[in-house]
């Protein structure tokens, strides 16, 4: 097995196992609302407006297990016009999953463990994740490859956000119960931040080598 088949198929699978909780999730929570479940106070509001709900659950699974393909380096240099048409689909699906999640931290009624600070950092959040997929949409329709890379990795972090929530809100629970608004609050604003930090990580390591490369360009033509 050569280098790039290698991370082709480990990257997507990382990211994928990574996205099954929330993933899971949002199944649940479309079969919850297509089968008629009982309505309780924790699925009242989604009973009451289930499209926003509904458009979120289905184009989030697809942003993660689709976009995690984009992420395997052999596989968009053997088949870029595949590379471009999948983009082009988890671009509607970011936006969607991101507007849909906006509207609901908007419009839904609170949960009680839901607060104020939680609501703000779902907004700053949401609106960022629609900002990064425009700017890197539009950084390759003026043909910016790195920048397009580099934006379009921040959105993902972004849209990932609920796979890294779910890990440490458990892990919250598991060793000191059931968090309060601010704990909660905290875990989620925490989880959004190691994923760009993460994101940042992979952009400046992917940089690296176009920075040499344009290095060795530079010295070739002054010695010309």
């Not at 983009?87 to 463990?113: E, H, I, N, Q």
């Not at 989880?191 to 070739?220: D, G, H, M, Y």
Request: glycine content about 10%; proline content about 5%.
């Amino acid at each position: 097995m050569t280098s790039s088949t290698k991370w082709d198929r480990l990257i997507p699978a990382a990211i994928i196992l990574f996205s099954v909780i929330p993933v899971l999730g949002g199944a649940l929570r479309l079969g919850e609302l297509g089968g008629g479940a009982e309505i309780t106070p924790d699925n009242a509001r989604f009973f009451a407006s289930p499209v926003p709900v509904v458009i979120h659950a289905i184009t989030l699974s697809v942003y993660c297990v689709l976009g995690a393909f984009q992420f395997a380096p052999g596989l968009r240099r053997r088949r870029p016009a595949w590379h471009r048409a999948a983009g082009r689909l988890l671009v509607l699906c970011g936006l969607f999953g991101a507007l849909s999640g906006l509207w609901m931290t908007v419009f839904y009624p609170k949960p009680a463990d839901v607060g104020v600070l939680l609501t703000g950092i779902r907004l700053v959040f949401g609106t960022a994740w629609v900002a990064f997929i425009v700017l890197g949409f539009a950084a390759i329709r003026r043909r910016d490859v790195t920048g397009h890379r580099a934006w379009m990795i921040r959105g993902f972090a972004i849209g990932l956000g609920a796979g890294t929530q779910a890990v440490t809100l458990t892990a919250w629970l598991v060793a000191a119960g059931t968090p309060d608004r601010l704990e909660k609050a905290l875990l989620m604003l925490a989880s959004w931040i190691v994923n760009l930090a993460v994101a940042e990580w992979i952009i400046r390591r992917q940089a690296k080598p176009v920075r040499a490369a344009a290095q060795v360009r530079a010295t070739v033509r002054g010695t010309r």
